[in-house]
């Protein structure tokens, strides 16, 4: 008996006395182990390939001529919203394979190895990232083979591609929180699209604001998505980093200061 529960005591030791470096180490690890389920079951990649794609063939054709007369002049105005609404959709993917990853017993086979307790949340957190440069490298790329180009430069471009990726990232900690409580990764899914949908679509992302009624307006201008997109659009169309900008980085920072710590404290219990 004491040969058997002396590994569990002795990791469980290492676990609590494991240091910054150790912790970052293994964080690496798993966000390693998440690229390796990427190369394996590729079409997990679908929602970031295929999406970007789709939508920014169907929303432009369908809504460039109506609202800015042609499809050259739509590009400016739709790129910068499809690249929010995927990246930000595709956030939504860290909460689901957290919960199917707890809910296969896969995190209590971690809890047997000589790792940070941590480091398979934030291993999930990192690896993700992957798919959000994906999704924007794939929409800005769309957009450039239908003929937008961008009057800011491609150094404003990867700064507002940056933008939407940490902002992203920001909000995977929220879908991660609801990744821990929730009971099956099918109610994840729904809360976290019951969530964004709205926020989305009610949005400056694919029609002028003005063009809303006005009770619909206020809502549209306070949401922060609007913030981002229209942050977006002003690196990519015309160079400038103005207070949509600083509003995005301040909300993003505000959302990890409040869903990291209890994201971590509701995984540490769960775990």
Known sequence: MKNTSYPSFANRQLKNNTGFGQTVRNSFTM????????????????????????????FTYIFG??????????????IPGILVQTVITTSIVTGVQL????DKGVFDRFKSLPIA?????????????????????????????MGYQPDGGLGNVIIAGGLVIVCSWAISWIFAFFGV???????????????????TFLSNAFVPVDTMPNWLQWFVKLNPLSHLITAV????????????????LIGAAGIVAIFAPITVRAYMRRT
């Open 181 to 199: 409580i929730a009971r099956t990764a099918s109610s994840v899914q729904g809360i976290s699209m019951l969530a964004l949908f709205p926020l």
């Open 117 to 145: 307790r941590i480091a398979p949340l934030a291993g999930a957190l990192l690896a993700d990232t992957i798919r959000y440069t994906i999704a924007t490298v794939l929409t800005f790329t769309m957009g450039y083979i």
């Open 233 to 248: 659009r002003d690196l990519v169309n015309n160079g400038n980093a103005g207070w949509d900008c600083a509003i995005s």
């Open 65 to 78: 001529g109506a609202i800015s007369g042609n499809v050259k002049s739509y590009l400016p105005v739709i």
């Open 99 to 102: 919960r199917e990853d707890m």
């Open 31 to 58: 966000a390693y182990r998440g690229l390796l389920r990427i190369r394996r079951t590729p079409e997990q990649l679908f929602d970031v390939t295929l999406q970007p794609i789709i939508f920014t063939l169907m």
